[in-house]
């Protein structure tokens, strides 16, 4: 392989597998079914794909909200729910655009250690002492960044703190059906569905560029969600969810996850065995889907430095700092995506991140 640069940065779907064919099909007959409806002004969103999405989820459509990417229905909760001044609770690391949208409703951002089967419920249950949030936001199958996923055990205290001290969670799942190995955990929602707001997107089931996402709630909180949605966005943008109805009602959804597993699946497995044999010092997350492995290098390596070094290598790192609200506990932090990355791709860059630590 040449010295050409290998991004260990991104997470996001290679382009090859977007299903482009069939999704031009779908947009050109949702399109000419329902030009009226999907051209115009619309609160709300398009009522076939709310319904669609309600009853996969087993719930009335008055539960579900939907907005032009999961990270716009997740602005919006943060407008709705947390004030100036609250407290809202985050794991550490967590997702980066997270912490940002937290921060500019003016909360504290707290962040709780993650560990290798969920938040640290110790420290939680102590900072739930100094003062409850508003909201506690979670990612709890194949997190981003560590690609950890949270126990049922812990889930289930989770889902009985949330009811002693009368607060949200918000469950942030856009990985959930990328399960490669194993068996899925009950999500937290389905434990306690009165006091966690479900949230998901068709980013990494069918293709970022569509930005829709949605959220399973309570109605009140999904009826306050939508008064906000009307003055911020009036509604969100129909063609696409034309486009996506037309995809799921033909049930080609299903197979599509099932072919992106093919494609994945093999992928996690090159960088399990490559972090494995190069890198054996590392105590990596050993993820069962998603997109993510994540580990702390050893004492003394300092990222900002290992970046610097790895850029004139031909390797793109990322800066772990970015995913933790206190951004020093990430010096040390390496998230590793492997979704957009071939084989041969992963086994090179892992074996030049390995050089570089040596020479470091
Ligand atoms: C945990 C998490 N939430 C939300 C998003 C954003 O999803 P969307 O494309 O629906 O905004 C991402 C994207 O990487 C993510 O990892």
């Given at each position: 392989m040449n010295r050409s640069m290998i991004n260990l940065t991104r997470g996001v779907p290679p382009p090859?597998?977007?299903p482009v064919e069939d999704l031009i099909e779908c947009g050109e007959v949702a399109l000419r079914r329902d030009p009226a409806i999907l051209l115009q002004y619309n609160q709300g969103g398009y009522a076939p794909l709310r319904e669609w999405v309600a009853d996969q989820h087993g719930?009335?459509?008055?539960q579900v909200f939907m907005g032009n990417s999961s990270l716009e229905v997740f602005s919006f909760i943060t407008q709705v729910l947390v004030q100036s001044g609250d407290r809202a609770f985050v794991e550490s690391p967590t997702y980066d655009r997270s912490i940002t949208l937290l921060r500019r409703t003016g909360a504290e951002v707290v962040g709780v250690s993650l560990e290798g089967d969920g938040v640290d419920l110790n420290l939680l249950e102590a900072e739930l002492d100094r003062g409850a949030p508003s909201l506690i936001y979670l990612i709890?199958?194949?997190?981003?960044?560590?690609g950890v996923t949270t126990t049922l055990q812990k889930r289930e205290r989770l889902a009985a703190l949330a009811r002693e001290h009368g607060l949200w969670l918000v469950e942030d799942s856009?990985?959930?059906?990328?399960?490669?190995w194993g068996e899925d955990v009950p999500s937290l929602w389905s434990l306690a569905p009165e006091r966690v707001l479900h949230m998901s997107s068709f980013?990494?089931?069918?293709?970022?560029?569509?930005r829709l996402g949605y959220v399973i709630g309570p109605q009140p909180v999904i009826a306050g969600l939508s008064e906000w949605a009307v003055d911020s966005h009036i509604g969100p943008v129909l063609p696409t969810q034309g486009m996506v109805y037309e995809y799921c009602r033909r049930g080609m959804l299903d197979s599509n996850i099932e072919r992106l597993k093919e494609v994945y699946r093999p992928r996690l497995d090159a960088i399990r065995t490559a972090l494995e044999n190069h890198l054996p010092e590392v105590d990596w997350t050993d993820p069962q889907g998603g997109f993510f492995v994540s580990g702390f290098l050893p004492e003394g390596t300092d990222v900002v430095d290992l970046r610097a070094r790895a850029a004139e290598m031909g390797l793109k790192l990322s800066?772990?700092?970015?995913?933790?609200?206190?951004?020093?506990?990430?010096?040390?932090f390496l998230r590793i995506p492997f979704c957009s990355l071939t084989e041969e791709e992963i086994r090179e860059g892992v074996s030049r991140l390995a050089r570089l630590m040596q020479e470091g």
């Open positions: 090859d597998v977007f719930v009335p459509p008055e709890t199958d194949f997190q981003n960044p560590m856009p990985y959930r059906r990328l399960r490669y980013s990494k089931v069918l293709a970022p560029g569509l800066d772990g700092r970015g995913f933790f609200p206190n951004p020093d506990d990430g010096r040390r």
